[in-house]
């Protein structure tokens, strides 16, 4: 069963950065919890991978703390199966038994960071704040994206050609010679393009 963090913030509906923790250690969780908790992040707390690829994720800047011996499941396998519930939030992995290939291995996977148990409190802060912020930039980045291909939908196939021109650095008049148009039907197109792309702040 799932761990409640100790703090009454409901993480379903969060607002602020979560921590998500998985360690089958129950004292390393408790300890883990505290230890966010006492600078202000949420956290979610899991017992096995399972149990987080079942649970519900707030859509928030987030960061993924575990052990990188899962029991029953890979690390690989593991970050298989984020990817294919669409989670790709930063990992910081931790081990009782790290060694240099496996180090690599984590880094090259992705991971943003990678401790030995046991490890200092600051270490685990600094690469979860570090994480955090990773995770937020990303999001972001994908948020301004989403909304431009959102304005991008409302374009006719004429707009669209017209806005692919445009944007190459073509005047008008080389875009109408392009398309073949009149130079005024080009500017009327430019138009209709800036009044629903400047709703996205972005207009020609």
Known sequence: MTERPKSSRDTAGAKEPIVFVIDDDASMRRALTNLFQSVGLGVEVFGSAPEMLQSKLPDVASCLVLDIRLPGLSRLDFQTELAKANIHIPIIFMTGHGDIPMTVRAM????????????????????????????????EIEKVVADLQALFATLTSREREVLALVATGLMNKQVAAELGLAEITVKIHRGHIMRKMVRGRWAI
């Open 108 to 139: 090259k996977g992705g991971a943003v960071d990678f401790l030995t148990k046991p490890f200092r409190d600051q270490d685990m802060l600094d690469a979860v704040v570090m994480a955090i912020e990773r995770d937020r930039k990303r999001r």
